[in-house]
T-cell receptor, first 114, second 112 residues
């Protein structure tokens, strides 16, 4: 399968714990995006990478959130000291080249904070 | 504020019937508008993409329209199938780096 993959698909954690999610984009795509989607809502932009450079972060991305894309390939999203409000689906998408190219989404990681 | 609003919030139709979903947007600058289908627990999958100059675009049983003057779009589904049950999300691209603004989606349920 050459699509965007995310791991894990589901994560249940206790409040206060740290969690890390991984996204593997389509191999030739140099742009990678993270979104958060809560129940009944559309995805909300969190952050965006071009190659290894993180070019924009949403105000939604508090200081407990950090994202990396160390070699311009896979990316990780870490949430420290999780809160119940962090419970959501975290979606990763990738696209190639210039702005306007199609974003292809992964299946998402569903996070539940108890 | 850039916003994308969709209606109805949810819809139930019988298999074989047609339906139309609505999207209104206040996004500037406008680059293009997409409709995505999102199955439960899955990531969104693109159905159509329309630029400022396009009025209608079809993808099988899905037909999207765009009125850039009134900033409205619709997605018409013909001869619905059970597999059409999903959320349909209207998405507007604004800006140069592919920033997408998502609507909340319309949850469609097709019943036999």
């Amino acid at each position: 399968d050459t699509g965007v993959s995310q791991d894990p698909r589901h994560k249940i954690t206790k409040r206060g714990q740290n969690v890390t999610f991984r996204c593997d984009p389509i191999s030739e795509h140099n742009r990678l995006y993270w979104y958060r989607q809560t129940l009944g809502q559309g995805p909300e932009f969190l952050t965006y990478f071009q190659n290894e450079a993180q070019l924009e972060k949403s105000r939604l991305l508090s200081d407990r959130f950090s994202a990396e894309r160390p070699k311009g390939s896979f990316s990780t999203l870490e949430i420290q000291r999780t809160e119940q409000g962090d419970s959501a689906m975290y979606l990763c998408a990738s696209s190639e080249g210039l702005a306007g190219y199609e974003q292809y989404f992964g299946p998402g990681t569903r996070l539940t904070v108890t | 504020k850039n916003q994308v609003e969709q209606s109805p919030q949810s819809l139930i139709i019988l298999e074989g019937k047609n339906c139309t979903l609505q999207c209104n947007y206040t996004v500037s600058p406008f680059s293009n508008l997409r409709w995505y289908k999102q199955d439960t627990g899955r990531g969104p999958v693109s159905l159509t993409i329309m630029t400022f100059s396009e009025n209608t675009k079809s993808n099988g049983r899905y037909t999207a329209t765009l009125d850039a003057d009134t900033k409205q779009s619709s997605l018409h589904i013909t001869a619905s199938q059970l597999s059409d049950s999903a959320s349909y999300i209207c998405v507007v691209r604004s800006g140069g780096y592919n920033k997408l603004i998502f609507g909340a989606g319309t949850r469609l349920a097709v019943h036999p």
